[in-house]
């Protein structure tokens, strides 16, 4: 390697190689004579992973970033608008046991204390219900905006669900024919270090070597560079979060009129969950489970019961089966190789976390780009520092979903609960929270994967009752958090009216595309 950081090789072409591709290559003007050289080795034998069909609103940030249109992603990644996630049986299993968890702020976040409101004068009515309009618009399967709205501009905060593989196909075209990015479909099949331990080339099957100054490992869950090359310790979480295996099928529509669903649905089952994802031209269901409490037999029964009762037809192929090892690396960023996307962890798809930490992994890699190799372990430093905290956040977050369910069917749910599979910074955080909502004293970074907000969703959703404080205090006022959901309820009004349903919008955007800024 070179002292100065010119040339940046990424392997791995799956999505996070492309996006992380795409970031760099728009950011440091990648086709230009002064601007960094981004390379994307990718093996023509191993295929990405293939699924990841639900987003974060990130997403949007990240396209616009990359400068792709948003109309030729929609069209070309049969990509539909993703509003939030609806969580069924997750509380106790019964038939009315639903909520939501929208990406709308709640109306008057950073002006009252809303949850006291709610219980005070409202606690019958769901808290996502009361305090945002985007739960409604979903249930109507409607847009997050108008055929008019600009190209990533919202009515309504909104994500999308995509097809994985068509993304992969997507990215890559756009970069290397817009962005100047280099593609080789080769075979990495060594590594070679200098004396200071810094990777200097790659070893290829057909093109020899492959030299670089800074790597991104992409390799996916092999983590061929920073896991395999570097021995970088992995951090398992299974005895926190449970599920290792999914069974994923793509099943087709009734009819082309079919409602699209405006949020992920993710079903509560017996040993884990199923993901019900709708795409344009189909719909994405996998059910995530723990190997530990079922077997892949009883898992399959219960994603086929699942998509006959929810529409789906008789006549199904075998699910793909999926296997994966929860948890994270020690660090991602270790001397001049950085690890993106499944290489540095996996933790189950609930919430969409893994494209959202692959976006922000790369944001920040381009935005700290080390200049030369004096720097590059400042850079390292940081970035190791600002992923270690999102992982422990995201684990979590997603605990939490199961740490509040009062379901005890069987073996896994009542595992779930047990103290000691608990993060202690979560246990103490409800042990707070049992006396003030979540809030951004807990969640005081500049960019936290899941907000505070996200927390309020899915804490009052699953049930959880907060003690009123003994005294009130003005931004306890339940007059003032009235007025803010009366507005919430006259603005789902309006956008009710105004809104076009899902279906009809991707129609017209497959069409006639949407106006640009
Ligand atoms: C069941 C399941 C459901 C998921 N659902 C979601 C979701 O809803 N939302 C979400 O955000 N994420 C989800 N994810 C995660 C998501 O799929 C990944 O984060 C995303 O696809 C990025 O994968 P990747 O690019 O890191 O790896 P991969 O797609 O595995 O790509 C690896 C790349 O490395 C290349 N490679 C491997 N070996 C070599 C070699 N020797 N030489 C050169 N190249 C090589 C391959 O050719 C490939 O291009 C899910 C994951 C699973 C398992």
Redesign the pocket.
Known sequence: MSDQVKQIVI???????WLTAGVIAADHRAGSDDGLQVTV???PD????G?????WPTMRDTLRRIGVSEADFIRECDASFKQGSRFDGWVDGSTRDRYYHPFVLPHGYTETNLVAGWLERHADVPFADLVSFQPHLCAQGKAPKQAATPEYAAVANYAYHLD?GKFGLFLRKFCTEKLGVRHMLD??VGIKTDENGNIAHLQTKSNGAVTGDLFVD?????S?LLGQHYGVGFRSQKHVLFNDT?L?LQIRYPDESTAIASQTIGTAQSNGWIWDIGLPTRRGV?H?YSSAHTSDEAAERELRDYVSRTGGPRELGSPRK?T?NPGYREKFWHRNCVAI???AG?IE?LE?????L?ELSAAMLSDEMPVNRATMDIAARRFNDAFTYRWGRVIDFLKMHYVLAKRSDSEYWRDNVRPESIPDRLSEQLTLWRHQPPSRYDFYRTEEVFPSASYQYVLYGMGFRPDPRPASRRADDAGRADGFFREAAAMTGKMLAALPTNRDLIAHIRRNGLPRI
């Open positions: 392997v791995g072409g799956g999505s996070a190689g080795l990718e093996s191993v295929s990405p992973i699924v990841g069909e639900g987003t994985a075979h990495m992409c390799t996916g869950m092999q061929l999914a994923a996998g995530v999926l994966f996307g499944l290489s996996f798809p969409a976390s893994a494209l959202a692959v």
